[in-house]
């Protein structure tokens, strides 16, 4: 689903403010033109949006106050966890992904954060450790139910928007007073209301002269000398100061002095590359050889396809 242009179905700003109601014009112009000037989302209020898209006020509010209204739930396996997924249905969708596009288009993230950012990939963040001697890894435990409507409130009145506009958004992409799984919307607004860890981290990383990258709720340190234990406790110092608490079963440390391989991200990263982890390489080798022989059933060509192109994408990341 493709995201509709920043003032949808409007050809110019002009036009957009002209629809609205006078009084409401009146009242709501100055914000609507701030917004708009930043190439963000230009809702003010819930008429604004309602104008946007040609909804009813009545619908609108529906949208930001029932929001179970919209969604249809299921649950799939990730592995041995069983994780349900909340899917908004058309009409909210269509908003969210129109909201979350632009956001992301119109905001600026540190250049350790990779994850939802256009044009980076989790192969990114992993290039960005190579040469290291060391990984130390930390995951942020259930990352998009811990964002609770509040803090995406918040973090969007620091980019520009009223408190009432902000909130009126917050509902929108939230479901049950947290952020939705399986919003369109979501990955951005994460890394939103990320934004002040992510500086954070980012000093912590300068201070002791390492590597870091974040994508989504996986944040990888690396470094060249030896591992100082200070650092893992100055970031759980940061976390416990936030909204988020840590994962301590998934915490990853790798000494590759010790003879011990790099993990970063699902990678292995090398001094001058990143590589699958060898059993992936044996089955994309396996792989290529049942399609070059015409050993694989039509179903299973589709999956067998996407792993040899996903070994290549990794290829080309050593390329560049």
Known sequence: MNAAPLLVSFHSFQKFLAALPEKHRENYQQEIEELFLQQLPPVASETCLAVLFGYSLDFVYALSKKQHKFYRSFKIQQGKKVRTIHSPRVALKVVQKWFGTHLSSAIS???????????????DAAIIHQGARWVYSVDIEDFFPAITILKISDSLETIGYSKE????????????????????ASPVISNLVMKDIDRQIKELADQYELQVSR?????????????????????????????????KNKTYFSDSEKGQRLKVHGLLVKENKVTLTKGYRNKIRAYRHMVEKGKVSEDDMPKLKGHLKFAEFIERKNQV
């Open 165 to 184: 506009s902000a909130t009126l958004l917050a509902n929108i992409c939230s479901l049950n007073f947290r952020l939705a799984q399986g919003s369109p």
């Open 109 to 123: 993230f540190e250049p350790h954060v990779c994850g939802f950012v256009k044009g980076k990939s989790f192969a």
């Open 215 to 247: 994508y989504a709720d996986d944040i990888v340190f690396s470094g060249k000398n030896v591992f100082n234990e200070d650092i893992s406790h100055e970031i759980e110092s940061i976390f416990e100061a936030s909204p988020f608490s840590l994962n």
